[in-house]
């Protein structure tokens, strides 16, 4: 049973743009949650995280969301750049489960010139 | 050579074949992980080393045998493979212990079983 799910598995957005990736998970427990960025060819780059305790996360270009009652989380990035192109994973753990994430299969984000 | 690395990057080996895939960590973690990713599917955890010590093993099939010789060093030892196995395995290590941990990640290596 997967526990974090992106449904969408591609997303095309117009340089310049908002890119917006979406993150759905099972488990009430999940505390923590990562977005990781992934080229071709290389393993997976953690890009941003966010606590429970917030609904707000921000790193320059990068802002990640989180609603706990909907047990959702999203990814903004703004504006989109065509370096931004490659395979975000969403993942998540709880504390009680130790150093154990669940990974979601990606979404794979490609920014139009 | 700073992160985490691996090696080979690119591996085809026979269904009879042994071999061994390198992990190495420079950023001074205690744990590291072994992870399976195939197309379309999310990141399998297959094992955890915490402190040297395997915390974790997700029913991987016995024909992959993890070995963790120190903190910075892990070793996935490949015998008797089928096809299906074929994927990237990924490596990542972690500093354990902390309430916020994340996971950093090798560039993994592509196996191929024929």
């Known amino acids: 049973d997967q526990q974090v799910k992106q449904n969408s598995p591609s997303l095309s957005v117009q340089e310049g743009r908002i890119s917006i990736l979406n993150c759905d998970y099972t488990?009430?427990?999940?505390?923590?949650f990562l977005w990781y960025k992934k080229y071709p060819a290389e393993g997976p780059t953690f890009l941003i995280s966010?606590?429970?305790?917030?609904d707000k996360n921000e790193d320059g270009r990068f802002t990640v969301f989180l609603n706990k009652s909907a047990k959702h989380l999203s990814l903004h990035i703004v504006p989109s750049q065509p370096g931004d192109s490659a395979v975000y994973f969403c993942?998540?753990?709880?504390?009680?489960?130790?150093?154990?994430?669940?990974f979601g299969t990606g979404t794979s984000l490609t920014v139009i010139p | 050579e700073t992160g985490v690395t691996q090696t080979p990057r690119h591996l085809v080996m026979g269904m009879t074949n042994k071999k061994s895939l390198k992990c190495e960590q420079h950023?001074?973690?205690?744990?590291m992980y072994w992870y399976k990713q195939s197309a379309k599917k999310p990141l399998e955890l297959m094992f955890v080393?915490?402190?040297?010590?395997?915390?974790e093993n997700n029913s991987v099939p016995s024909r992959f045998s993890p070995e963790c010789p120190n903190s910075s060093h892990l070793f996935l030892h490949l015998h008797t493979l089928q096809p299906e196995d074929s994927a990237l395995y990924l490596c990542?290590?972690?500093?354990?212990?902390?309430?916020?941990?994340?996971?950093?990640f090798g560039p993994g290596t592509r196996l191929l079983v024929l």
């Open positions: 488990n009430s427990m999940f505390d923590y």
């Open positions: 950023l001074g973690h205690n744990a």
């Open positions: 080393y915490n402190f040297k010590e395997q915390t």
């Open positions: 966010i606590s429970s305790i917030k």
């Open positions: 993942a998540a753990s709880a504390t009680n489960t130790g150093n154990q994430f669940y």
């Open positions: 990542a290590s972690s500093q354990a212990g902390l309430e916020q941990e994340t996971q950093y």
